[in-house]
């Protein structure tokens, strides 16, 4: 599914509903990494209804257990094209008899890409269809090309952010507005997560063009890339994974929400191209 303005064209897929490609028309760039299972064949799946995953895979709520994979039921969920116009597409996903094996709720899941100059904007609304409360957490996994100029290198890039960022959540950054790109860095500290940034986006960029990624109102926010791969994800989380052994029920994990019956939850972020 295509859609495109005088600035940007963006392709999505009902698989997962993710974005394929993302293309500044200036320059004729590919921002979205592509997939390549030789690093990781992920592109940018929605995180639902875990970020990350527990210490053992399993989901202990009630009293009971569900075992679920890594980032929840998405990754590989068929999404139905509710809505598509020339500058903005919504896919849904509802649960199903199978998903309520891994996660007992009803729910719903719509995802809305509207382009707005150089940007588009992802809204996703999370309906819980079903009854009593649900417990679920939410992130993003946009993944980038890097380097988004194929003329450079990957050492040629750095996270940069508009404020100055005081870390010691998984790495420690000490008044710094820039963290240059190495392999190095991602050895030592395999996922940069921050939380409680300063700064409403952060910016994959060689100095001159690149990509923004807001993450006001997103409490983490993760940088992560695998051995030498040629991309970046930057992820804005309301929740995460367990660092370790966490001998608690879901209801009560660390960034976990609880839904009322019949009510919506909505979240957005925006990625710009420049």
């Known amino acids: 599914m295509r859609i495109e303005n005088a600035k940007v064209v963006l392709e999505a897929t009902e698989r997962a509903a993710e974005i394929t490609s993302f293309i500044l028309k200036e320059n004729g760039w590919e921002a979205m990494w592509q997939g390549n299972p ?36 998405l990754r590989q969920a068929m999404f139905t094209l509710e809505k598509h116009t020339d500058t903005s597409m919504t896919f849904s ?14 729910f719903k899941v719509s995802v809305t890409y509207t382009l707005e100059e150089e940007s588009v904007i992802v809204h996703y609304d999370i309906e819980n269809t079903g009854k009593g409360l649900m417990p679920f957490s939410f992130g993003l996994h946009p993944a980038f090309n890097c380097p988004y100029n194929p003329e450079k290198t990957y050492e040629d890039y750095k996270i940069v952010f508009p404020c100055e960022e005081n ?19 991602f050895q030592k500290y395999p996922t940069l ?18 990509v923004r990624v807001s993450c006001a109102g997103y409490r983490w ?19 995460h994974g367990d660092f370790g052994v966490v001998d608690t029920d879901f209801r009560k994990r660390e960034g976990t929400m609880e839904l009322p019956e019949g009510k919506i939850y909505s979240t957005e972020y925006k990625i710009t191209l420049f």
């Open 221 to 239: 926010c993760a940088f992560w890339t695998p051995k030498q791969a040629p991309f970046l994800c930057i992820e804005p989380w309301h929740g």
């Open 93 to 106: 996903y509802s649960s199903t008899e199978e998903t309520k094996l891994q996660y007992p709720f009803d």
């Open 38 to 73: 030789e690093f990781w064949a992920g592109r940018n799946p929605i995180l639902f209804p875990i970020v990350g995953s527990t210490f053992d895979k399993i989901i202990h709520l009630d009293g009971k257990e569900y075992k679920m994979g890594n980032h929840g039921l």
């Open 193 to 210: 997560i921050f939380e409680h940034l300063n700064s409403p986006y952060a910016e994959l960029t060689d100095g001159e063009h690149g």
């Open 167 to 185: 870390q010691d959540y998984t790495v420690p950054v000490h008044n710094e507005k820039e963290i240059p790109l190495s392999r190095e860095i």
